[in-house]
């Protein structure tokens, strides 16, 4: 027999777990536009943004959690040469390239995923890679050879580091995400503090 009370914790959880997602992608969507808006160098941005990242969630930390082994400068270095790359194609071309561009990271995902892991890629799967594929391909097409043509490069890398970031994770599953994000955010202030402007 289900205990109703159960049932309804889990569906709360659920509802929770859907607005949450909903709020990162609203969120991350608008870092383009926010990134447009600021005069100021990408490298001040990246470091600006990771610091403050950091501090949110130090509150959140355990001293079990400190921990380090190469996967996390594998994590490390990833995930800062992709902000990196995605921050500074915001500023070279327009924010609507940098995000779409940068969402081949899933697209890549699922090739890494099959010629580094091995993983069988299903046939839904396929189809939406391909489908990816062909839009990120549809939207970019304008750009080839054009002005912003760095911006686009830089986004389209930052895609391939957060896809190798992502595969990365598959190493760090003692970790929490918690501990990941702040290490991760704290470093990449860290190594582009000596570049500010």
Request: charged share 10%; aromatic share 12%.
């Amino acid at each position: 027999m289900v205990n109703p009370g159960s049932a309804t914790s889990s569906k709360r959880d659920l509802d929770r777990g859907r607005l949450l997602i909903f709020l990162a992608a609203l969120l991350w969507s608008l870092a383009g536009v926010f990134i447009k808006l600021l005069d100021i160098h990408p490298l001040t941005i990246v470091f600006y943004r990771s610091f403050f990242a950091s501090l949110v969630f130090v509150p959140f930390l355990k001293s079990s959690e400190f921990r380090f082994n190469r996967p996390i400068i594998v994590s490390v270095i990833s995930y800062t040469a992709a902000i990196t790359a995605f921050v500074s194609a915001n500023k070279l071309t327009t924010a609507a390239n940098a995000i779409v561009l940068q969402y081949t990271a899933p697209v890549l995902v699922y090739l890494f995923s099959r010629l580094v892991l091995g993983e069988k890629i299903s046939t839904a799967n396929g189809l939406a890679l391909a489908v990816s594929v062909a839009g990120v391909g549809f939207i970019s097409f304008d750009n080839a050879g054009e002005p912003e043509m760095s911006g686009v490069v830089l986004a389209l890398l930052s895609g391939v580091l957060f896809a190798i970031y992502m595969l990365n994770l598959q190493c760090l599953r003692e970790f929490s995400a918690t501990y990941l994000t702040w290490l991760n955010n704290l470093i990449c202030a860290l190594l582009i503090l000596p570049f500010v402007k």
